[in-house]
């Protein structure tokens, strides 16, 4: 049975999506250059990651020659939110606040994340209540 098709990033995707936004746009060719990883992606192994982010609506191309030249469709911040929604919902049933909490609880957090966690809860409250 063949696995069922996700929306989300997979871990290789990341990879080749982070190397998108860093240079905005590339080629297949520029992007298993700019790949550090050991052993490195092979360049069809690579193309074929690309046309499946092309698939997901991350990506998209022109011709440039004989090369195509991706470019990022979604950026960093649209993934990112995408990716807590998807948490949310697998993990948290939607809310924000149990997640919240499994942080506070579970992670390690210094004094300074602590003091800019609760600004930032403390203005997000004020800015809900001026509405």
């Not at 860093?22 to 298993?32: C, D, H, N, R, Y």
């Not at 990883?37 to 022109?62: C, D, F, S, W």
């Amino acid at each position: 049975m063949p696995r069922k098709k996700s929306n989300t990033l997979t871990d290789g995707e990341l990879r080749l999506m982070k190397i998108l936004w860093s240079k905005g746009k590339a080629t297949v060719g520029e992007v298993v250059e700019a790949n550090r990883r050991t052993p490195p992606l092979a360049y069809n192994t690579v193309l074929t990651m690309l046309r499946i982010l092309e698939q997901k609506g991350y990506v998209t191309h022109e011709k440039s020659g004989r090369a195509f030249v991706y470019q990022p469709v979604v950026d960093r911040s649209e993934a990112r939110q995408s990716a807590v929604r998807q948490l949310l919902d697998r993990f948290f049933n939607n809310s924000p606040e149990l997640l919240a909490l499994h942080i506070l609880e579970s992670e390690d957090l210094d004094a300074e994340e602590i003091r800019r966690l609760k600004r930032r809860i403390e203005a997000a409250g004020e800015a809900e209540a001026t509405e």
